[in-house]
T-cell receptor, first 114, second 107 residues
């Protein structure tokens, strides 16, 4: 199947700092990328959907100024958690698709804010 | 009503058992349907797409009932390695995940 690479896989940061997570589609051009957050023992919750060259569409309750998404090319999307706080600690996963394909997932990033 | 609902778990079954999961969805305009599995602390991986005519992949059978707006997954002859959380995923305007059903296959 198609490969989506997410980096870093794990990050620990101090409260108040910003963290950038990268999501790359390695062998296909992703027309759409999705960012999810998953808290322990809960399901994936969609945060935002981004199409290349367009502004991301955020789900209700997700602060767009806090979770900055950039989808500048067909193979790269980034999520920046600005001014991170301990409650932002979570597992963040990106996924990508082209056309109407199934979604291919990155490996996920475990963010811990201390 | 939640957009996608699944059987509450966990399901604890012995090796070799047959187990079935159901998933209901509320958006009648949904276009595509998938089952993913997620191992602990890992990303979800596609198990199989679900087609209107039903489809089978080895020990796994998926079915879709558009009229009743549900999909199902049947696992036959379950293995220890089948232990995971199974996520029902519905695609309409975006991918919506069900809460998942945890399966533990016991020796």
């Amino acid at each position: 199947g198609a490969v989506v690479s997410q980096h870093p896989s794990r990050v620990i940061c101090k409260s108040g700092t910003s963290v950038k997570i990268e999501c790359r589609s390695l062998d296909f051009q992703a027309t759409t990328m999705f960012w999810y957050r998953q808290f322990p023992k809960q399901s994936l919750m969609l945060m935002a959907t981004s199409n290349e060259g367009s502004k991301a569409t955020y789900e209700q309750g997700v602060e767009k100024d806090k979770f900055l998404i950039n989808h500048a090319s067909l193979t790269l999307s980034t999520l920046t958690v600005t001014s991170a706080h301990p409650e932002d600690s979570s597992f963040y996963i990106c996924s990508a698709r082209w056309g109407f394909s199934e979604a291919f997932f990155g490996q996920g990033t475990r963010l811990t804010v201390v | 009503r939640k957009e996608v609902e699944q059987d509450p778990g966990p399901f604890n079954v012995p090796e070799g058992a047959t187990v079935a999961f159901n998933c209901t969805y509320s958006n009648s305009a949904s276009q595509s349907f998938f089952w993913y599995r997620q191992d602990c602390r890992k990303e979800p991986k596609l198990l199989m797409s679900v087609y209107s005519s039903g489809n089978e992949d080895g020990r796994f059978t998926a079915q879709l009932n558009r009229a009743s707006q549900y999909i199902s997954l049947l696992i036959r002859d379950s293995k220890l390695s089948d232990s995971a959380t199974y996520l029902c995923v519905i695609y309409g305007q975006n991918f919506v995940f069900g809460p998942g059903t945890r399966l533990s296959v016991l020796p």
